[in-house]
Structure formats: structure tokens, C-alpha cells
């Protein structure tokens, strides 16, 4: 109920998020990995309100008929699952895992993700950008993963990407938001959807990145790592949709010095 109610009540002060031609009402993105039991990762998933979910194609077992896969728990009508190149660290891997993936019954669109770094898990900015113009050019809807670089974001814009996923943190750091003034300059250049991934930890955390104006974030750690992933799901529910509000009403100015909030002309002695 209380999640029916939240949906309700960003249609009536918010639009959708719209990727690649389809909209979403929430803006809350999840991955399936690091659960204790495919059931707990069900539970989170329904007590986030997220409509796209991610699925890493190279770390997973495809076949939904066997009870052990995650796939056999997701169901395709309640879910919009995005395939997910997570685990690739060559543009040609990902372009293979993107195309088994679409083989496999996977719609058009691909999470593109080229790990540059095994101990940072950061993007290999060269291998996204070749993998996400191939990607594109064969008809994939693109969301790339990538560092917190302004050029960068331009560039897998030009490449032709649905959305820019620019990282918050590294992968399962939890630290939030590290560089907010780029992510906002981030918004600020492109025209296609910018959601930050990776690196949210906490509710707050997803409530400030929010704030900088993105159009949604992604997060798999944060839930699954939690000691209650379903609890923390619904806060992560909760503290997008407080920041995204925040945004669109718009802070009071920040000011070193006291400002009365009522007036002081008038006052009775």
C-alpha cells in the first residue's frame, strides 16, 4: 500500500523517467547479485518499487528452467530486466555477453559495463566507448557505465547511448556521492538520461545524489549487503523519491549566518 502510495504520488509532481523511448515510474534501478537466497533478493527487489532490473549475463545461469537461477525467480512481465556486461574487462567481451544476452530472449537494451581495473573496478573508458558504438549500431539500447568524466559522458553520448551511468564511488564502496560537482556538470551537458551507478551505501546517500538533479540511480551492494536488505530497500524506495522532490522544489540558500524565520518588523514590544 505504502509503495502504491509513493508511485501515486510522484505521477502527481513528477514525470516518468523515460529511457531509450520507454517510461518508467520509478526511478530506482537494482541489480540481482551478492544475496543470501534468490527469495531475499525477490523480497528487496518488490520492496524497492523498481521496475528495471539488472542481471549480470556473464555471472549468471541463463536457463530459467532450472529452480537454483535467478532467472527462474524473475518474472519477465513484472520486471523489465536489463542485461548487464558486468565481469567484462575487453569491449569484445561485453559486445559477446551483449549479444548472448539478446539471443537468450533479453530485450534491446544493455547495461555496458568494461572494467578497466581489478582493484578499483573501474571503467576502461577506451574498451566502453569502442563496445558502446558497436552496441548501438547493431540496434542495442545502451545505459553505460562509466567514470564521473564530463568528456567521457559527452563522448558515449555521441556514441549513441540511451543513458550515461556515471559512478557515485567505486563498485560496493558504499561512500555516496564523491565528486557531486561533476555529476551535476554531468546532468547539466547531456541531453539523454544520466543515472548514477555504483557507490550508494545508505538511504542518505541516495537522497544527496538525488539532490544533484540525476534522473535516477542504480544500486545492487546497498541492498544486498545490508543486514536487512528488505528494510533497507524500502528506505532506498523512499530516499529517491525525497530527493528527487528536494530537487525539483528547489533548497533555501545555504548561508553562514543566522536568518530569523519570522520577520521582526511589527513586533508587539
Known amino acids: 500500500m505504502a509503495g502504491e502510495e509513493t508511485v501515486g504520488l510522484m505521477n502527481q509532481l513528477d514525470g516518468p523517467l523515460t529511457i531509450g523511448g520507454v517510461d518508467f515510474k520509478t526511478r530506482l534501478i537494482v541489480g540481482t547479485g551478492k544475496y543470501a537466497t534468490n ?29 537454483e537461477a535467478i532467472l527462474h525467480h524473475l518474472d519477465p512481465g513484472e520486471f523489465f530486466l536489463l542485461a548487464n556486461t558486468a ?8 559486445i559477446r555477453y551483449a549479444r548472448l544476452a539478446r539471443a537468450a530472449g533479453f530485450n ?18 577506451q574498451a566502453t566507448l569502442e563496445a558502446a ?30 543513458a550515461v551511468m556515471p559512478l557515485a564511488s567505486p563498485i560496493g564502496s558504499g561512500l555516496g556521492v564523491v565528486n557531486p560537482y561533476f555529476i551535476r ?3 547539466r551537458r547531456l541531453s539523454v538520461p544520466v543515472i548514477v ?19 535516477g540511480v542504480l544500486m545492487n551492494t546497498a541492498l544486498a549487503a545490508a543486514d536487512d536488505p528488505v528494510r533497507m530497500a524500502h528506505a532506498m524506495k523512499h530516499a529517491i523519491v525525497a530527493g528527487r522532490l528536494a530537487f525539483l522544489a528547489g533548497r533555501m540558500p545555504s548561508r553562514e ?3 530569523p524565520s519570522s520577520p521582526t518588523r511589527g513586533m508587539l514590544d
Open 197 to 215: 551507478d555504483a557507490g550508494v551505501g545508505t538511504a542518505s546517500d541516495a537522497c544527496v545524489t538525488m539532490e544533484q538533479g540525476v534522473d
Open 133 to 162: 558504438r558497436t552496441l548501438a549500431d547493431e540496434g542495442f539500447k545502451v545505459m553505460a557505465y562509466t567514470n564521473d568524466d564530463l568528456i567521457t559522458a559527452l563522448r558515449l553520448e555521441d556514441a549513441g547511448c540511451v
Open 39 to 67: 527469495q531475499v533478493m525477490v523480497d528487496a527487489i518488490r520492496a524497492s518499487g523498481a521496475e528495471m532490473v539488472t542481471v549480470a549475463v556473464r555471472r549468471v545461469d541463463l536457463d530459467r528452467t532450472k529452480e
Open 257 to 259: 549566518i543566522a536568518v
Open 185 to 187: 556538470e554531468i546532468k
Open 87 to 94: 565481469g567484462c574487462y575487453t569491449a569484445e567481451d561485453a
Open 108 to 125: 534491446e537494451f544493455v547495461k555496458l559495463e568494461v572494467i578497466g581495473d581489478e582493484a578499483t573496478l573501474l571503467p576502461d573508458v
